[in-house]
């Protein structure tokens, strides 16, 4: 168990930050006020009773200060908000006081920490995170063209939309109101550029997964279907340090098990939790829909084993088999297909943590 003399909460915002300390020998209770000045914060708890450790939330502010404490030599952990225990009946809220309560359950070692990423995966993730961001850009792009076209009673009799056949039918419009032709011309001209910074996006990823730290374990999570090497550089660097899961703990983690509320003899299941990586589950979850169809091993797949040491590749081919074996059960017993393919993607993050741990 480690002791710190001296247990240091920290409210953190954009423009301010304050400090609450509790020393374990006194009882002394030392409070006080920043700007966010995170040097000014690291020299306050410096001069405080050693050894100390420090606290504060995980929110919109980062890791920054959670690195400068740890590179000072100062233990820090970032609390992760969902886990924190708050008094039922404590309805005021101030600043002060939740410092003053991140330092009680630090002394009492009642923090559950989140994992602190290196500014490389955190970089990663941003950029995952913004081409997650513009592909919701992009269709709601898509339907405000489509939908603008729509009431004014245009509808493309093509087989799918947004292909190159759709695009050349888009470009032949025209519209002898000057106010609507503005706006088809001004909503034509979004998607382009949604769709062309998507691209870019698309291929720094594509360069990043091949060069970077995350090539194995791209390479690896490929063997699997659905797992594109997009997909596989998203769950890749959202998951992280996959060794601090298990195969059955890591539904857990990117919210796929049921919530529960069982007392005595009762025992009740509801929907799936949706805590944890939101980012993780929705790329787990469009995933698995790919293990529905019918197993036939593609020309892409076959790629995809070639590239991926041969123990991997076996492993994905018995994940792939076994998961839409899964998806038939499913379909024989008639179960709703959102609710199967929920538990086919729970599944699925078994799968893919036995690969990510899996040596090269």
Same mark, same amino acid.
């Given at each position: 168990?480690?002791?710190?003399?001296?247990?240091?909460?920290?409210?953190?915002?954009?423009?301010?930050?304050?400090?609450?300390?509790?020393?374990?020998?006194?009882?002394?209770?030392?409070?006080?006020?920043?700007?966010?000045?995170?040097?000014?914060?690291?020299?306050?708890?410096?001069?405080?009773?050693?050894?100390?450790?420090?606290?504060?939330?995980?929110?919109?502010?980062?890791?920054?200060?959670?690195?400068?404490?740890?590179?000072?030599?100062?233990?820090?952990?970032?609390?992760?908000?969902?886990?924190?225990?708050?008094?039922?009946?404590?309805?005021?809220?101030?600043?002060?006081?939740?410092?003053?309560?991140?330092?009680?359950?630090?002394?009492?070692?009642?923090?559950?920490?989140?994992?602190?990423?290196?500014?490389?995966?955190?970089?990663?993730?941003?950029?995952?995170?913004? !081409?997650? *961001?513009?592909?919701? #850009?992009? @269709? %709601? =792009?898509?339907?405000?063209?489509?939908?603008?076209?729509? $009431?004014? +009673?245009?509808?493309?009799?093509?087989?799918?939309?947004?292909?190159?056949?759709?695009?050349?039918?888009?470009?032949?419009?025209?519209?002898?109101?000057?106010?609507?032709?503005?706006?088809?011309?001004?909503?034509?001209?979004?998607?382009?550029?949604?769709?062309?910074?998507?691209? !870019?996006? *698309?291929?720094?990823? #594509?360069? @990043? %997964? =091949?060069?970077?730290?995350?090539?194995?374990?791209?390479? $690896?999570? +490929?063997?699997?279907?659905?797992?594109?090497?997009?997909?596989?550089?998203?769950?890749?660097?959202?998951?992280?340090?996959?060794?601090?899961?298990?195969?059955?703990?890591?539904?857990?983690?990117?919210?796929?098990?049921?919530?529960?509320?069982?007392?005595?003899?009762?025992?009740?299941?509801?929907?799936?939790?949706?805590?944890?990586?939101?980012?993780?589950?929705?790329?787990?979850?469009?995933?698995?829909?790919?293990?529905?169809?019918?197993?036939?091993?593609?020309?892409?797949?076959?790629?995809?084993?070639?590239?991926?040491?041969?123990?991997?590749?076996?492993?994905?081919?018995?994940?792939?088999?076994?998961?839409?074996?899964?998806?038939?059960?499913?379909?024989?017993?008639?179960?709703?297909?959102?609710?199967?393919?929920?538990?086919?993607?729970?599944?699925?993050?078994?799968?893919?943590?036995?690969?990510?741990?899996?040596?090269?």
């Amino acid at each position: 168990m480690r002791f710190q003399r001296t247990s240091v909460g920290l409210d953190v915002h954009a423009r301010s930050v304050v400090g609450c300390a509790i020393d374990e020998d006194t009882g002394e209770v030392i409070r006080h006020r920043f700007g966010y000045d995170p040097a000014a914060v690291l020299e306050w708890v410096r001069s405080l009773p050693q050894p100390a450790a420090v606290t504060y939330e995980a929110g919109p502010t980062g890791f920054a200060l959670a690195r400068l404490f740890t590179a000072g030599g100062i233990e820090c952990l970032v609390a992760a908000p969902s886990k924190l225990q708050r008094p039922v009946g404590d309805r005021v809220k101030t600043d002060a006081r939740d410092a003053m309560h991140l330092a009680r359950l630090l002394r009492l070692g009642e923090i559950v920490a989140v994992a602190v990423p290196t500014i490389e995966q955190e970089t990663a993730r941003d950029l995952v995170r913004a !081409r997650e *961001d513009n592909r919701g #850009e992009l @269709m %709601a =792009a898509r339907h405000r063209l489509s939908k603008l076209l729509l $009431r004014h +009673g245009i509808i493309y009799d093509g087989k799918q939309a947004w292909t190159g056949a759709h695009d050349a039918w888009l470009r032949r419009q025209r519209f002898d109101h000057p106010g609507l032709q503005a706006a088809f011309d001004a909503d034509y001209e979004a998607v382009q550029q949604v769709r062309a910074r998507k691209d !870019r996006l *698309d291929a720094i990823i #594509e360069q @990043m %997964a =091949a060069t970077s730290n995350y090539a194995p374990v791209v390479r $690896r999570l +490929g063997c699997l279907r659905g797992i594109s090497t997009l997909t596989g550089f998203g769950l890749a660097v959202e998951i992280g340090n996959w060794e601090r899961f298990t195969g059955s703990s890591i539904g857990a983690f990117v919210g796929l098990v049921p919530s529960e509320h069982s007392s005595g003899q009762s025992r009740s299941q509801g929907s799936i939790t949706k805590t944890g990586n939101t980012h993780a589950r929705r790329l787990l979850v469009e995933a698995a829909w790919h293990h529905r169809k019918p197993y036939r091993p593609g020309a892409v797949m076959q790629a995809r084993w070639a590239a991926a040491p041969s123990l991997a590749a076996s492993r994905g081919e018995d994940g792939n088999r076994r998961l839409h074996q899964k998806w038939q059960h499913f379909t024989a017993r008639k179960k709703r297909p959102t609710i199967a393919n929920v538990a086919i993607a729970r599944e699925l993050a078994g799968w893919c943590w036995s690969l990510a741990v899996m040596p090269d």
